[in-house]
């Protein structure tokens, strides 16, 4: 069993950035992916990036080509979501979530985080 626990979220103004946290706790096998997700008020919760744990993959939304990147400290068990030039359209709750296969889809991935939320003022 993987749980995973989602940090650094806040409020920041436009152009600030941001660094999220994803540790999990039990074993992560090297051919797991870490998928990123956000959700924003009234809106589905969307895809925003995936990385191999061995680092080898990433995989990006068009939103966060080029201000979001991907990383993964195996020491710590931890993936993170470097985002960079933020805007308030960025304002979600952001999720990690955890499975064999690299996808963009949520359901796609069986062990998932609670969120954190990141605010993004004008």
């Known amino acids: 069993q993987i749980q995973l626990v989602e940090s650094g979220g806040g409020l920041v103004q436009t152009g600030d950035s941001l660094r999220l946290s994803c540790t999990a706790s039990?074993?992560?096998?090297?051919?797991?992916?870490v998928g990123w997700f956000r959700q924003a008020p009234g809106k589905s919760r969307e895809f925003v990036g995936g990385?191999?744990?061995?680092?080898?993959?990433?995989i990006y939304a068009d939103s966060a080509k080029g201000r979001f990147f991907l990383s993964i400290d195996d020491a710590k068990n931890t993936a993170y979501l470097q985002m960079n030039s933020l805007k308030p359209e960025d304002t979600a709750v952001y999720y990690c979530?955890?499975?064999?296969?690299?996808?963009?889809?949520?359901?796609?991935?069986?062990?998932r985080g609670r969120g954190t939320q990141v605010t993004v003022s004008s």
């Open positions: 039990g074993y992560i096998y090297s051919n797991y992916n």
């Open positions: 979530a955890v499975d064999q296969l690299l996808g963009r889809a949520w359901y796609e991935y069986r062990w």
């Open positions: 990385i191999a744990w061995s680092g080898e993959e990433t």
